[in-house]
Nanobody
Framework: QVQLVESGGGLVQAGDSMRLSCVAS????????MAWFRQAPGQEREFVAA????????YYTDSVKGRFTISRDNGKKTVFLQMNSLKPEDTAVYSC??????????????????WGQGTQVTVSS
């Protein structure tokens, strides 16, 4: 049973930074893609960022490019989401996801098999 456990959410002010972490309980993340999605109240789940474990290629939604960075710690099987210059519209529940999506599914939730429980990020204005 694969488990993804997020941490690092909370309340910050606009312009602040925050780092989310996601630890995977798997023997290896080789061949996997890890991603972050978010869902604001009353809205659909939205892709935020993804990282291919083999090769390290990254993907971002346009609204976070230049502000958010997805990265990893191979040894700790952990993926991070560094969020800078946070805005009130970044407020959402952020969830970590893992799987082996094909290229065309990297930015869609259906491409991922494993999900964390989510962590709340609230950005006040």
């Amino acid at each position: 049973q694969v488990q993804l456990v997020e941490s690092g959410g909370g309340l910050v002010q606009a312009g602040d930074s925050m780092r989310l972490s996601c630890v995977a309980s798997v023997p290896t993340l080789s061949g996997h893609t890890m991603a972050w999605f978010r869902q604001a109240p009353g809205q659909e789940r939205e892709f935020v960022a993804a990282l291919r474990w083999n090769g390290g290629h990254t993907y971002y939604t346009d609204s976070v490019k230049g502000r958010f960075t997805i990265s990893r710690d191979n040894g700790k099987k952990t993926v991070f989401l560094q969020m800078n210059s946070l805005k009130p519209e970044d407020t959402a529940v952020y969830s970590c996801a893992g799987g082996v999506p094909i290229l065309s599914s990297i930015t869609t939730s259906r491409g991922y098999r494993y999900w964390g429980q989510g962590t709340q990020v609230t950005v006040s204005s």
